[in-house]
Nanobody
Framework: QVQLVESGGGLVQVGGSLRLSCAAS????????MGWFRQAPGKEREFVAA????????EYGDSVKGRFTISRDNAKNVAYLQMNSLQPEDTAVYYC????????????????????WGQGTQVTVSS
């Protein structure tokens, strides 16, 4: 069982940066793949980024590639999402998630592969 708590959201101007954090409870955090998803009002949940359990592999959604960076610190049980060059279309509630299975070979974009979700943190980008 993993419990996740996001933080770091807020209001930022176009072109600005934010770093989201996802603090995890549980001794096996380092065994889970982690992902970030977002959902804007009236839209479907969107994959943002994923990282393998040992940070050896990453995946990014097309809309954030080159601007966002996912990372993790297994010693601290925290995953991060560094967001640069933010645009109004990045406005959404951002969720971190941990995979259902341990030691997945590759990071996964499929929300169905994630069993544990945080409560979300709001990111608003103003123009």
């Amino acid at each position: 069982q993993v419990q996740l708590v996001e933080s770091g959201g807020g209001l930022v101007q176009v072109g600005g940066s934010l770093r989201l954090s996802c603090a995890a409870s549980g001794r096996t955090f380092s065994s889970y793949g982690m992902g970030w998803f977002r959902q804007a009002p009236g839209k479907e949940r969107e994959f943002v980024a994923a990282i393998r359990w040992n940070s050896g592999s990453f995946e990014y959604g097309d809309s954030v590639k080159g601007r966002f960076t996912i990372s993790r610190d297994n010693a601290k049980n925290v995953a991060y999402l560094q967001m640069n060059s933010l645009q109004p279309e990045d406005t959404a509630v951002y969720y971190c998630a941990a995979t259902r299975l341990l030691y997945l070979r590759y990071p996964t974009r499929d929300g169905g592969d994630y069993a544990y979700w945080g409560q979300g943190t709001q990111v608003t980008v103003s123009s």
